[in-house]
């Protein structure tokens, strides 16, 4: 158990631009969950997979988000056309179906 | 929709001492599940204690236990014998028994400073 591996830690990015941040789950886990958490706030969910199908997205994500997790295992997380607002730390988390998340360290995406 | 609210943005606590981080939540449901995760400078949430509704005991792990107020819907951690690792970001979360995302809907944190 190598635990949630996230990459990259940190992104800085231009306004405009295109970002994808990648997760790896726990092996064997068939749920994926991306959440955004923003300075001084909890974590908003955002998305989750049960092996490779989306079930539920939440209003948070606009058109300019996308995410996908092909074949159930990695998913990746791609923000095109990147805004200030966007500026948040981006954390996955990953279950077996028993309940208990587990979560990565996150990737800080800083928009300038 | 369920809601999960700290009133406290910071909490300091004298090490050896005592602390008691407040939580409240809005829920129609009868059935779900309370939670309280750590998250230390590294990032990482980690699940310090979880507490199922139908269940009027209250949990406890190690240095760690909650008051369940299932009436007044409120939830607080109680931590004993504070250490210095204790130092983080502390999130109330609630999880539905009925939706089965199993999603969370977390708090707005409460920072936790310890004194040595």
């Known amino acids: 158990d190598t635990g949630v591996s996230q990459n990259p830690r940190h992104k800085i990015t231009k306004r405009g631009q295109n970002v994808t941040f990648r997760c790896d789950p726990i092996?064997?886990?068939?749920?994926l969950y991306w959440y955004r958490q923003t300075l001084g706030q909890g974590p908003e969910f955002l998305t989750y997979?049960?092996?490779?199908?989306?079930?539920?997205k939440s209003r948070l994500l606009s058109d300019r988000f996308s995410a996908e997790r092909p074949k159930g295992s990695f998913s990746t997380l791609e923000i095109q056309r990147t805004e200030q607002g966007d500026s948040a730390m981006y954390l996955c988390?990953?279950?077996?179906?028993?309940?208990?998340?587990?979560f990565g360290s996150g990737t800080q995406l800083s928009v300038l | 929709a369920q809601t999960v609210t700290q009133s406290q943005p910071e909490m300091s606590v004298q090490e050896a001492e005592t602390v008691t981080l407040s939580c409240t939540y809005d829920?129609?449901?009868?059935?779900?599940?309370l939670f309280w995760y750590k998250q230390p400078p590294s990032r990482q949430m980690i699940l310090v204690i979880r507490?199922?509704?139908?269940?009027?005991q209250n949990a406890t792990e190690n240095r760690f236990s909650v008051n369940f107020q299932k009436a007044a819907k409120s939830f607080s951690l109680k931590i004993s014998d504070s250490q210095l690792g204790d130092a983080a970001m502390y999130f109330c979360?609630?999880?539905?028994?009925?939706?089965?995302?199993?999603?969370?809907?977390f708090g707005s944190g409460t920072r936790l400073l310890v004194r040595p």
């Open positions: 979360a609630y999880r539905s028994a009925v939706d089965s995302s199993y999603k969370l809907i």
């Open positions: 997979f049960q092996n490779e199908a989306q079930l539920e």
């Open positions: 829920t129609s449901e009868s059935d779900y599940y």
């Open positions: 092996s064997e886990h068939n749920r």
């Open positions: 507490q199922e509704a139908y269940k009027q």
């Open positions: 988390a990953s279950s077996s179906g028993l309940g208990k998340l587990f």
